[in-house]
C-alpha cells in the first residue's frame, strides 16, 4: 500500500546487529509520526520466519497504537515491534501503511541494488503484495463455550 | 565426668571450579565458554544453542570430584526469551554415567537464581565429577536456548570427598556383585552362587524372598510360596508401597435412574449446558437447577437420590414459586449443614443485554420448607458483586460465610456492532455472611503482582477446604489469556498464598489450561480432583482428545495424571459398544461425594459444530479405584495356581483339567470380562505338546528352573525395594 510518496524510498535489507542474521529484504528507513525524531525501519510483509512475538501487548505515550514486541529467532533479543492495533490519528495521517517496525539500534541496514546491479532498488519497483493480515480474526465470542 | 564429642568442622560450601567440557552446539558469537563469566548488561555473555531442537546440552567438568550442593543461573538485566523455562541437571563420575539431580525452571526476570541439586543417596552424599545441563524449553518456544552464567556450589575439599568417592566405588561393586550373584542363580550355578556369596558375604535380597524363592523355584512347593505371600501381605503390610505407588483407575459408570409413574420423559431433567449442581454428602442427594437447552434458559429444579437412583422434579419452573428465573451461567452452592442452596448470577446474550434488567438477584432454597427466598434484588446495591457469569462459589458452612470470585460482569452493550468495545469487566472476591446478609470486597480485581493481589477471571476453578479453611483457585481466562496460576485465599487471616505463579510449569505434568476443567475437593484425603474434557480452542477438537482426570496433593503440592484418554472418537450413532466413559463436554456439571467418594456428572454442550443446539442429559458416576490387598493377593495366588497348571498339563493332563476347573478357577474374577477371557484361553496348555516358549537369556537353564525363576521375578515386584534383588539383569548390559 505505498502512496507516491513512499515509492522514491530505498529498499533496504534489515539485519539483526547482535548476530547479524538477516532479519528483512523489504525494509524502509522511516520516522515515527508521533514522534518525528525516531527514526526506525519499517516493512509491510510480517517477517515470520525471523522474527517472532515476545511478551504482551502494551501502548506507548505518544500516542494509543497498540503494540507487541518482536524479537530476532536467532539470539533472541528484541529487535522491534508490530503494530497490532493502529489509533485513529495515526491511521487518519500520513503513513506508509507498514505495521512491522525494527529499532535503528537494534539492527543494521544495507540499501539493496535493482537487478541491473547499477542503480538503488526503489520501493516503487518492488512488486505490490497483499496487505497485513486482519488482526482481528477469530474474534468468536466466548461465551459460546459456556452453555 | 564429661564425654566430649569432637564433630567435625562443617565442610564449607564454596565456589567450585570447572570448566566446559562438551556442548551440543552454539550459534554465532554465543559461545559456551561465556556462562564462565557473570555480565548481565552484555547481551552477548551468553551461551546460545543453534537451534532448540534437542539434544541441547552443556556438559561442565569439575577441576576435581565434589558434592555439587547447589547450581546459580546468572541471567541478563532484561527479561530475555531465551532463558530457560525448563531444564534438567545430571551429574555423575563419568559421562557415561549420570543421574538426573535437578528438573525446574526459570523465571523470566534480570534475579539470579540458585537450586538445590541432589547430592544424596539416603543418607550418604556422592560426588560428581561431570555435570550436564540440559535445555528444554525456552520462554519464548521458537527461541533458541541461552544460558548467561552458571555457578557451582559444593564441597572439593579431599577430606570430605574422598570418603565418598569410596563409598560410591564400594556402592558400585556391591551393586555388581548382587546382579551376578542374580544371574548365577538364575542360571543355577549353584556353586558359583555359593561361593561369592561365602567371599563377599553381601546379601542379594531379604531372608523372606530367599525363602520364597527356595519354595517356589526349588522345592516347587506351592502352597507354600502362596501362605508365604498371604503373611506378607496381610501380617506384614509389605504390600502398602506396591499400592501407594499404582495410580487410580477411574470407573465411570452410567446411571440410568428408576423412572417413576410413567410418564415418559418427565421423570428427570431434559437436555441441557451451563445448569448448575450441588450434593447434600449427607442425604446423598444430588440437586440440579436451571440451564441452557441450546434454545433457551431453564427453570426446573430436581434432586436425585443416589440410594433411590431416582429423580424428582421439585418444581417445573421456580419462579412460579418465589424463586429465581429461568437462568443459566448461574452459580450455586450448598450448606449442608443447614440445608441451604444459594444460587447467584446468569448469563444473557447481547441481544436481551440491553432489554432485561441487569439486576443481581439472589436466592436461597431451603430443603426442609421447599420454600425460595429472594435475599437480594440486587446484590451489587447492597456491596456486592454486579451481575455476572461464570464466576465461581463456594460455601463456607462452619462460619456460615459464602465467597464468590471472578466472573464477567454484564454491562449493556453501546454499540452492539462494535467489537473493539470497552475491555471486559472481571468480577472481584466477595465474601457474604449470610447472618446479616452483608456484603464485603475482599479482593478488587487487580492486574499487579503485589503478593496479596488477585487476577480476576472466567472459567477458573475455586474450592473451600473445610480443614484449612482456604479457598483454592486457579485457572481461568482473562479474555483471550489463559491463566495458568494457582493460589490459596486463607479466609480467617484474610491472606493470598501463591502456589504456583503459572510460570514454573512442566508442561504435561498439570492440567492443561483451557480445557474446560471442573474440579472437586476432598478435604479428607486432602487432595484436589480436576477433570479436564473439551478444548476451547475449536482447532485442538479436531485432535480427537479426550478427558484427562488429574488429582493434586495439597500436602504434596503435587500434580499427577490419573488418566489421560488419546483414544479416537468414532461419530457413529449407532455405535453398538457401551461408552466406556463420558465424551469429552463443556458447560456440564460435576459434583463429589467426599464421604462415599464418588464423582457425579450430569450433561454439557458436547460442541457438535454441525448440531450446535444439541445438549446432553447423560448423567455418570467416576469411582477412583486403586487396587486393594485383596486384589493383589488374589492375583498372586492366580499367577502361582497358573504356573501351576501349566507345569501339570505337560505330564498329568486330566489332574491338570481339574485343578484348572476348581483350585486355578477359585483365583479368578469370573465377573470381570478381562479375567474370564484370558482363563477360558488357559484351557489350551492341555493341547500342548511341549512349551514352546523359552524365556529369552534362559537358554542354558532347565525349563521347569527358568519358568519358575520368571514367576519368582514377577512376584518379588509386589515387595517393597528394599527387599528385592537388583531389578537388572547382567545380560541386559551386553550391547551389540
Redesign the interface.
Known amino acids: 500500500m505505498s502512496t507516491s510518496t513512499f515509492k522514491n524510498r530505498c529498499v533496504t535489507l534489515v539485519c539483526c546487529k ?4 538477516l532479519l528483512c529484504t523489504r525494509g524502509m528507513k522511516a520516522v515515527l509520526l508521533s514522534d518525528t525524531k525516531v527514526e526506525l525501519f519499517s516493512t509491510d510483509i510480517p517477517p515470520h520466519s525471523t522474527v ?5 501487548c502494551y501502548c506507548t505515550e505518544s500516542c494509543k497504537c497498540r503494540l507487541k514486541d518482536i ?1 530476532c ?5 528484541v529487535v522491534g515491534y508490530h503494530v497490532v ?1 493502529p489509533c485513529k490519528p495515526c491511521l487518519l495521517s500520513c503513513n506508509n501503511g507498514h505495521f512491522w517496525m525494527f529499532h535503528s539500534d537494534s539492527v543494521s541496514a544495507v540499501n539493496r541494488l535493482d537487478p541491473s546491479g547499477l542503480n538503488l532498488l526503489l520501493w516503487g519497483d518492488l512488486p505490490e503484495t497483499e496487505s497485513s493480515e486482519d488482526e ?1 480474526t477469530g ?1 468468536l465470542s ?2 459460546e ?3 | 565426668m564429661l564425654l566430649f564429642n569432637k564433630m567435625a568442622a562443617n565442610p564449607e560450601n564454596r565456589v567450585l571450579c570447572y570448566s566446559v567440557f562438551k556442548w551440543s552446539s552454539y ?4 559461545l559456551p565458554e561465556n556462562i564462565l563469566v557473570d555480565k548481565p548488561n552484555d ?2 555473555s551468553r551461551w ?1 544453542s543453534e537451534s532448540n531442537y534437542p539434544p541441547q546440552y552443556l556438559i561442565l567438568k569439575l577441576e576435581r570430584p565434589a558434592i555439587v550442593q547447589s547450581i546459580t543461573f546468572g541471567k541478563y538485566e532484561k ?4 532463558n530457560l523455562k525448563k531444564f534438567k541437571v545430571f551429574g555423575g563420575m563419568s559421562e557415561e554415567n549420570m543421574t538426573e539431580l535437578l528438573s525446574s525452571g526459570l523465571k523470566n526476570d534480570y534475579n539470579k537464581e540458585t537450586f538445590t541439586l541432589k547430592h544424596r543417596i539416603d543418607e550418604q552424599m556422592f560426588p560428581c565429577r561431570f555435570i550436564k545441563i540440559v535445555p528444554l524449553m ?1 520462554w ?1 518456544p ?3 536456548f ?1 544460558i548467561w552464567y552458571i555457578e557451582l556450589h559444593g564441597i572439593d575439599e579431599p577430606d570430605v570427598v574422598q570418603p565418598c568417592l569410596n563409598w560410591y566405588s564400594k556402592y558400585r561393586e556391591q551393586e555388581a556383585i548382587r546382579l551376578c550373584l542374580k544371574h548365577f542363580r538364575q542360571h543355577n550355578y549353584t556353586e558359583a552362587f555359593e561361593s561369592l556369596q561365602k567371599k563377599t558375604k553381601i546379601a542379594l535380597e531379604h531372608p523372606m524372598l530367599t525363602d520364597l524363592h527356595d519354595k517356589l523355584v526349588l522345592k516347587g512347593d506351592f502352597d507354600a510360596c502362596e501362605e508365604l505371600i498371604d503373611k506378607a501381605v496381610h501380617a506384614d503390610g509389605l504390600f502398602n508401597q506396591y499400592i501407594s505407588q499404582q495410580e487410580y483407575k477411574p470407573r465411570w459408570s452410567q446411571i440410568i435412574p428408576k423412572s417413576n409413574k410413567g410418564d415418559g420423559d418427565d421423570n428427570r431433567p431434559g437436555m ?3 445448569h448448575q449442581m450441588v450434593i447434600d454428602v449427607q442425604t446423598e442427594t444430588v440437586y440440579l437447577f436451571g ?2 437447552d441450546g434454545t433457551q434458559d431453564l427453570a426446573d429444579f430436581w434432586a436425585y437420590s443416589v440410594q433411590e437412583n431416582q429423580w424428582i422434579c421439585i418444581s417445573r419452573d421456580t419462579e412460579k414459586e418465589n424463586g429465581p428465573s429461568a437462568r ?2 448461574h452459580k450455586m452452592c450448598i450448606d449442608s449443614q443447614r440445608r441451604q442452596i444459594y444460587t447467584l448470577g446468569r ?1 444473557l ?1 447481547s441481544s436481551v443485554r440491553n432489554s432485561k434488567s441487569l439486576k443481581s438477584d439472589f436466592y436461597r432454597y431451603d430443603i426442609d420448607t421447599n420454600t425460595w427466598m429472594l435475599l437480594s434484588e440486587d446484590t451489587s446495591a447492597d456491596g456486592g458483586p454486579k451481575l455476572v ?2 464466576h465461581q462459589m463456594c460455601m463456607d458452612s462452619e462460619k456460615h460465610m459464602i465467597y464468590t470470585f471472578g466472573g464477567r460482569i454484564l454491562t449493556c452493550n453501546g454499540n452492539v456492532d462494535d ?2 468495545t470497552s475491555d471486559p469487566q472481571f468480577s472481584g472476591l466477595y465474601a457474604y455472611h449470610c447472618h446479616s446478609n452483608t456484603w464485603k470486597l475482599l479482593r478488587e480485581d487487580s492486574c499487579n503482582a503485589g503478593p496479596e493481589d488477585v487476577q480476576s477471571r ?2 477458573h476453578c475455586m474450592l473451600f477446604h473445610t480443614k484449612n479453611r482456604c479457598l483454592y483457585v486457579f485457572g481461568g ?1 482473562r ?1 483471550k ?1 489463559y491463566l495458568n496460576d494457582f493460589f490459596s485465599y486463607d479466609v480467617d487471616n484474610d491472606h493470598v498464598e501463591i502456589i504456583s505463579d503459572g510460570t514454573k510449569k512442566d508442561s504435561g505434568m498439570v492440567p492443561m489450561t483451557g480445557f ?1 476443567q471442573r474440579a472437586t475437593i476432598d478435604p479428607e484425603l486432602n487432595e484436589i480432583h480436576v477433570l479436564s474434557g473439551l478444548s ?1 480452542d475449536k482447532d485442538k477438537r479436531e485432535e480427537n482428545v479426550r478427558n484427562s482426570f488429574w488429582i493434586y496433593d495439597i500436602a504434596r503440592n503435587s500434580w499427577s495424571c490419573v488418566y489421560k484418554n488419546d483414544q479416537s472418537v468414532k461419530e457413529n450413532p449407532s455405535k453398538t459398544l457401551q461408552e466406556e466413559e463420558p465424551c469429552p463436554r ?2 456440564h456439571q460435576l459434583v463429589y461425594d467426599e464421604l462415599h467418594k464418588v464423582h457425579y456428572l450430569f450433561g454439557g ?1 458436547p460442541g457438535k459444530s454441525c448440531s450446535p443446539k444439541m445438549r446432553l442429559d447423560d448423567f455418570w458416576s467416576l469411582k477412583l479405584c486403586r487396587p486393594s490387598k485383596e486384589y493383589l493377593l488374589r492375583h498372586c495366588k492366580y499367577l502361582i495356581r497358573k504356573y501351576r497348571f501349566e507345569e501339570k498339563a505337560q505330564t498329568e493332563p486330566l489332574s491338570a483339567l481339574k485343578y484348572l476347573q476348581n483350585d486355578l478357577s477359585l483365583t479368578v474374577d469370573h465377573s470381570d470380562p478381562e479375567e474370564t477371557k484370558e482363563f477360558q484361553l488357559l484351557a489350551s496348555a492341555l493341547f500342548k505338546s511341549s512349551s514352546d516358549f523359552i524365556p529369552l537369556g534362559f537358554s542354558d537353564v532347565d525349563q521347569t528352573y527358568a519358568q519358575r525363576t520368571q514367576l519368582f521375578d514377577t512376584l518379588v515386584n509386589f515387595f517393597p525395594d528394599s527387599m528385592t534383588p537388583p531389578k537388572g539383569n547382567l545380560v541386559d548390559l551386553i550391547t551389540l
Open positions: 547482535f548476530c547479524d542474521s517472532d512475538f515476545v511478551a504482551s524479537a529467532l536467532k539470539c533472541g533479543n492495533a482481528g474474534d466466548e461465551e463455550y459456556i452453555r | 550459534s554465532s558469537t554465543y547481551q552477548s546460545s527479561t530475555h526469551v531465551c525456552s519464548g521458537s527461541f533458541n541461552s441441557r449446558g451451563g440451564g441452557w443459566s451461567c448469563y446474550d457469569f461464570d467489537s473493539r472466567i472459567g481466562q479474555s489469556t474446560t476451547k463443556f458447560a454442550n
